[in-house]
């Protein structure tokens, strides 16, 4: 087939005017070959989902993707993930998906990392101008909020800096519903801006799982949430490590028999301890499909895009509808600065106590470093002597009020900002 041909439906988007373009749109020729030769995207997960991103972006025109997942093929993965064929069990997802691509796709070029995204330096992340996420793991997802958010700057005005924005389109399934939506740290709310849109996660009562249980996944999660502890304490539960689900499976069956109870298999016990949702290959196509759609928009403008999460569920005929969410201004994530408050009074000993402490900045920090300005007020490491002194000392002698201090910590990929305000100062002045 002739290029011209080829390429006839994505051309009428890119070399057209039209009354929904951005702002900035030209039609241009050139618009199809930056896709083809200059853009680069990031496609996180070659699951079920990923494995439709990858075909529609590669069929949009898009030349050169990298793909990025840590699993292997399963059995169970072949009814969705349509790449993958039976003699690929236990192979990576990411090879094959991408040398299944390249197969089927003349011109585009697919990378596989074959690794946890955790393993990749925050330098391999920059290349990139698009990330697109097909993830079914909500930690995966922040920690990839993480990334974009550590590369974010503020100006002294407290305003971000467009050159430092990271763009990401997310897409979820989760039976017959489904989401996809644009993030761009600074500009639009970040991932942890919203993290009350995810239900809580099913927990079962202790004196359940331990005295009566009554069903298969009450014998799993015992063995999940108690007997691991009981018999493997030292050791950190990992649900992608085989041996372990292998270890769990097995005395579930062994706990299920004693009460009585069938139906533990090992495609429950991978649900149960992951908290999987089965998945709809309809819904992964209709999702990955509003991702590449948006990807494409982001990468040339020739429409406008979501404003900024789109909603599908097909429970009752096919319904969508978009709603534009707004930034939180205390995200510890994504925020210029996380208003705090403490008393002038308090040491900065007892100032990092109260932020480790603190439920909404705590968990991101453990051995945390603080600076101000240009001053290292406190730093773990090689500094740590020579700033030890000023834990005693207190806050207000070394930051002003209303003052934002730079938090790093091991467990943070970039710096914290945290505005103070001293409450009591504040009192007074009422």
């Not at 799982?209 to 999940?224: D, F, G, K, N, Q």
């Not at 579930?252 to 298999?265: K, L, N, P, S, Y």
């Amino acid at each position: 087939m002739h290029d011209l041909e080829r390429w006839s439906d994505i051309r009428k988007l890119l070399e057209r005017p039209g009354k929904i373009t951005g702002a900035d749109f030209e039609p241009d020729p050139a618009i199809l070959e930056f896709l083809q030769t200059d853009a680069r995207v990031l496609v996180v997960g070659a699951g079920g989902l990923g494995c439709e991103l990858l075909k529609d972006l590669a069929l949009c025109g898009i030349g050169n993707i990298d793909v990025i997942d840590m699993d292997t093929i399963d059995v169970s993965n072949l009814n969705r993930q349509f790449l993958f064929r039976m003699k690929d069990v236990g192979k990576s997802k990411a090879e094959i998906a991408a040398e299944r691509i390249m197969a089927r796709i003349e011109g585009v070029t697919v990378t596989p990392h074959f690794c946890r995204i955790e393993e990749k330096p925050l330098d391999f992340f920059q290349e990139f101008q698009i990330w697109v996420l097909g993830l079914d793991s909500l930690d995966a997802r922040r920690y990839m909020n993480q990334i974009a958010c550590s590369f974010l700057q503020y100006g002294d005005d407290g305003s971000p800096d467009p050159a430092s924005f990271k763009v990401m389109v997310d897409g979820g399934t989760e039976g017959l519903k489904g989401h996809a939506r644009v993030i761009i740290p600074g500009l639009t709310p970040c991932f942890d801006c919203t993290l009350w849109l995810f239900p809580p996660q099913t927990r079962f009562p202790l004196c359940t799982l331990a005295e009566t249980p009554r069903s298969p996944a009450h014998c799993i999660e015992y063995v999940h949430l108690i007997q691991w502890q009981h018999e493997r304490g030292a050791e950190e539960f990992d649900a992608d490590e085989e041996e372990h689900m292998r270890w769990v499976y097995d005395r579930a069956c062994q706990r299920a028999e004693h009460f009585g109870i069938q139906g533990v298999t090992w495609q429950l016990t991978g649900g149960v301890v992951k908290n999987i949702i089965p998945a709809i290959a309809s819904t992964n196509a209709i999702i990955a499909a509003a991702c590449a759609l948006e990807a494409v928009k982001l990468l040339t403008v020739c429409s406008s895009g979501v404003e900024n999460y789109m909603m599908y569920t097909g429970m009752e005929g096919v319904y969508t509808h978009t709603v534009k969410y707004e930034q939180d201004p205390a995200c510890p994530m994504c925020s210029a600065s996380v208003p705090f408050k403490v008393s002038s009074k308090d040491t900065l000993q007892q100032v990092i106590e109260t932020l480790k402490a603190d439920s909404n900045l705590g968990k991101n920090l453990r051995a945390p470093s603080i600076s101000y300005g240009a001053s290292n007020l406190y730093m773990q490491g090689v500094l740590e002597e020579e700033t030890r002194g000023n834990l005693s000392k207190a806050i207000a002698d070394m930051v002003d009020d209303g003052g934002v201090v730079f938090i790093n910590d091991k467990k943070l990929l970039g710096p914290l900002r945290v505005k103070l305000h001293f409450a009591d100062r504040n009192n007074m002045q009422h």
